[in-house]
């Protein structure tokens, strides 16, 4: 991203910044269910199941924040024909799908 605020353009034809984004879009929406789905172990393992929620809306909430500087990251990348993985938003991800495993297990585990 520019100082104006525009996004960088490509000309890459396949859209492989696009397509990226719309694939962390429909992580936040899975994220955004899976938390939702959450939701209907609250009367059976109690308040616990709300850091599970939280989990999933906060990592929802951050891949939805920084879609668009990842977007023009990528944009750039494709276009100078330099474009490098986004190793921290992949290891952030896995750390907290691993923490909410982790959880869902202490959850599941504690109530019984």
């Known amino acids: ?37 959450f939701l209907r ?5 109690g308040l616990s199941v709300l ?9 929802a909430g951050g891949i939805y924040f920084t879609q668009r500087k990842r977007y023009a990251r990528a944009s750039a990348g494709v276009r100078d024909e330099r474009i490098h993985a986004d190793a921290v938003a ?4 896995t750390a907290v799908v691993f923490t909410l495993g982790v959880v869902g297990i202490i959850v599941v585990l504690g109530n019984q």
Do not use: F, K
């Open 1 to 37: 991203m520019n100082r104006s605020g525009a996004v960088p353009t490509h000309n890459d034809s396949g859209l492989q910044p696009e397509r990226t984004i719309m694939a962390w879009g429909r992580t936040t929406m899975s994220l955004c269910v899976a938390g939702l789905i």
């Open 41 to 45: 172990w609250l009367p059976h393992y």
């Open 51 to 59: 850091l599970m929620v939280a989990l999933c809306l906060s990592l």
């Open 90 to 93: 992949v290891t952030s991800m």
